[in-house]
Every structure is written in structure tokens, then in C-alpha cells.
């Protein structure tokens, strides 16, 4: 079975579930004006919706053209993934191409591949078809309205098809359809009969309205004869009369579109700010108006960790490796500040790892970093007790996923292995069967190690004395932080390398 990997999917775990990041729908969520008015009268779901799906198609037709010339080629689908497999299936020819971008979302490429035609590099001019996705997802990038029909110009010969998506286009600005190709219908016109050269629109309107569960797409076809063929061949009836009825109030609801303009840009421009401050190896991609943020961490260990990290906080994002290969690359949705401020804060342990064979990176006395190894089990002494709750959590986490994940190691005393930070991670590799345990090996006893702000009667003797003679104290008794060359204070954990472990 060639299933379609989609953010969204994996969020299955046994974690307290608080906001989703994985997915790029609209940030105010769905239309609640538009859910009570679809709940008002739902007796016409006794009903097939009407085949023409009027008046709702007339109405799409009206708030996509609005001001400029109409194109009444319209075909609606069940998302856009209908309409995606409809149009490629109805397109002869053996080749085609994607965009300059070096990925887009996989919708094209699947359904190119069953219908046989050979995948070719962008730039390849002789191509039957050419799907481009604009605003890109993932990578952001994006191309207006000019540079689009330079594009097409340059890099499409006549007598071939070209789709362009358009489904995030709606996040641009109030104006955004005059930066759209939907602006621009008698330019396709022309581009048919002169050139035979013929351009599709495509557009998901369930991220933008946020109803990925009711699934809407449309699908501008260039030509009539073109609109007949697809139609000869769609099924009937596959867009159901609840998302009908649901779109077709939030095309008109202009003030759930401002919002959706103005917000976005600003809470965008929030997240990326934190984490330019906080990650500034971190390279943060796409236009300002978009509903994500695809970002390429330079280190696939690191871009694991934070997926798996935002996974069990209950907020998670997308990684770059699944469906992309992008193994460095993660992708967050733009949510509300208390929602990102919550992701955010489970990344923290993570500001200082961009290297992680040992953290040389970091500003550190050298004699701090003893060694990197795999310690037997039984050699390794607790000086605390566990959270069990907490061990819980994190069992439950890591047994939830693949037979490999990346976790920090534990940090050890190198006189004495006893674990300075990560009790809850040791108990957990330990109930997973694990002989050897990744440790950083530290000379515990450096005067740039301080066992806890508060508690200045507790000792670092104390620490030890206490691994040693299995007289645990209380849970998060000790609170390590280290000092950097710089006269700063950090958390003990940002020295930890991370590393996989194989769970089975």
C-alpha cells in the first residue's frame, strides 16, 4: 500500500494533547460563525447535494473573480487531492516536472507516477506537464504574479499542461487575488489558443478555512472542451453538503479573513524572532504572510530531538524527514503565543546543540567535558529519586514511536558515575532493556558547576554521598547549572550530546 504521509498522522501517542503545530491551517481555527450556521439545519443531509452544486458554485465563482474577468470552468472536488489525481490522470503525455523548489508537497509526484509519466528536473522545457505549488509548501518559496507568468514563459513549450497550486495563496494579503494567477484569466486564454499552452488553477480551501475534516477543493480548467473531459470522468457528489454549506458562509466572512491576515503576519514574525534569538544557526524560511515556518536546523540529530521533544510536550510539528528527506529540516505551524511559548519552552535544553559529538561548540572551561561513553548499566549510581509520573510519560513516549529515537544522554560524575542530570531518562533506558547507557562524563567537581541557586546547603559531597550509599534524596533535589566563558548560567542539560538508541 502507498500510503500518503501528512502532518497531523502521527499525533496518535499517550500524551495530554494541547495544540497542533504539524499542520499549516489557518491560526484562528475553524469559523465557529460558519459551524453554528451549518448545525442551524443539518435535514439535507438526508439529501444527495445537488450535482451542479449550485448556487455554492456560483458563489465560489463570485468571491474567486471578484473584480476581475470570471472563468466558469469550475470543478469542485474533495480537497484538493481529487482534483490533483483527476487533472494528471486526464493529461497525456509521459513526462513531468516539478518546480524549481528542491521539494513540494507529494500530492503531484504520486499521482504522476501512477499514471506512468517519467519524473524530469525542473528546467527541462520539453516536459508534457509541469506542477508547480506556490506559495511552496514546504520551503516558502514564492514567485508573484509577474515572476509566475515569466516562469511558465520560460520554462514551458507549447503543447503541454501546466497546474499550478495556489492553496496557501489565500494567506497573502487582502489582496490577494490580484497577485494570483485567478487574476489573470484572460492571459490564460490567450496562452491556450496561442500558445497551447494550458494553465490549471488549483486551490485547497480546507487549510485556509481550517476544515481539513470536510475537505474542499476547487479546480479552474483552462479551456471548456478541457472542463468536459475531467468532468466525464469525476465521480458525482464527492464534495458532501456540509462542506458546501460551510465555505460557502466563510467566503463571505470578511472579518474571519482580516483576522486571519493581520494575525498571521504578526504572531509569524513573533515565533520567528524567539528563535532567531535563541537558535541563530537556525535558518528560518518562507514569505512573512505564510502559515508555517520550514526550518533548516543543520543537524539531523537536532531536528529529530526537537520533533520528538515537541511530540511529547503534546505540541507537535512536522519533521522534514518524513515524506521530504529532509533530515535537518522541521516545519512548525503559527499558533497563538501561549501555545508557541509552550512549544518553545520544551526546546530550550536544545539552544546550545548544534554539534553533538561533544559540545565543543559551547563557550565552556575545556576541563568541564571529561569523556563521551557508553557506560555499563550496573556501574551507574542514582543520587535522587524519580518523578514517576514523569518516567511514565516519557516510557510511554518513546515506546510509542519507531525502534529508534534520539534522546540526551544521562551526565555522570567521572569519579564516581553518579548521575549529576538525568535520572528520568536512565530509569527509563533501563526499564527498555538497555545494558549500555549513553553518558557524558563530566569532572563534576569544576568550580563552573553549581549544584542548585536556591538551596546553598546542598553540596555537591552531599550528591555523591548520596549516589554512593543509595540514601536517594527527594525528586529534583539538585538544580546543576554551568557557567560559560561569557559569565552566564546554564542549564547542566545543554552539555548533554544526543544520541540514538535502538529500542528493540
Known sequence: ????????????????????????????????????????????IEHYPPQTFEPYITNLNNFIFKNYKSNENIILGNGASELID???????????????????YLEYERASSNTKKRKCIWDDKNTDLTCLINPNNPTGDYLNIHEMKQYILNNCNSNSHVIIDESMQPWHSKEWISDSLLSQTEWIDEMA?????????????????????????SLICPTKDIYNKIQSIKVPWSVNILALRYIDYCIN??????????????????????????????????????????????????????????????TPIRLGTFGYKKNTYIRIAVREKKFFDDLFKCLLPLKSCNNFNLPIH?????????????VNLNKIKCHEEYIFERHNKLYEYLTSIDNTTSIPAIIICSKTFVIIDGHHRFSVMKKLGLNSIPCLLINYFSEDIIV?????????????????NNNFLPPKSSEHMVLDNNKNYLPLQVLSPIVLIKLN
Open 452 to 468: 542548585h541557586f536556591k538551596n546553598k546547603k546542598l553540596t555537591k559531597n552531599d550528591i555523591i554521598q548520596a549516589g554512593i
Open 86 to 104: 483527476l487533472v494528471i490522470r486526464s493529461i497525456e503525455g509521459s513526462t513531468w516536472k516539478p518546480s524549481k523548489s528542491d521539494i513540494q
Open 1 to 44: 500500500m502507498n500510503t500518503q504521509y501528512h502532518g497531523g498522522q502521527d499525533n496518535n501517542i499517550k500524551i495530554k494533547f494541547k495544540e497542533d503545530f504539524s499542520v499549516t491551517t489557518n491560526i484562528l481555527g475553524s469559523n465557529s460563525e460558519a459551524l453554528e450556521y451549518i448545525k442551524k439545519d443539518i435535514s439535507d
Open 253 to 314: 466572512d470578511t472579518k474571519y479573513m482580516e483576522e486571519t491576515w493581520n494575525k498571521t503576519k504578526e504572531l509569524r514574525k513573533y515565533q520567528i524572532d524567539k528563535i532567531n534569538s535563541t537558535f541563530p544557526n537556525w535558518d528560518c524560511k518562507g514569505k512573512e504572510f505564510l502559515s508555517w515556518i520550514w526550518i533548516n536546523t543543520h543537524n539531523e540529530d537536532v531536528a529529530l530531538l526537537a520533533y520528538n521533544l515537541c511530540k511529547y510536550n503534546g
Open 193 to 217: 489558443k496561442d500558445n497551447s499552452i494550458y494553465i490549471y488553477i488549483i486551490h485547497s480551501w480546507t487549510k485556509f478555512f481550517s476544515c481539513t475534516g470536510l475537505r474542499y477543493g
Open 362 to 374: 559551547l563557550n565552556i572551561n575545556n576541563n568541564i567535558i571529561h569523556s563521551f561513553e557508553w
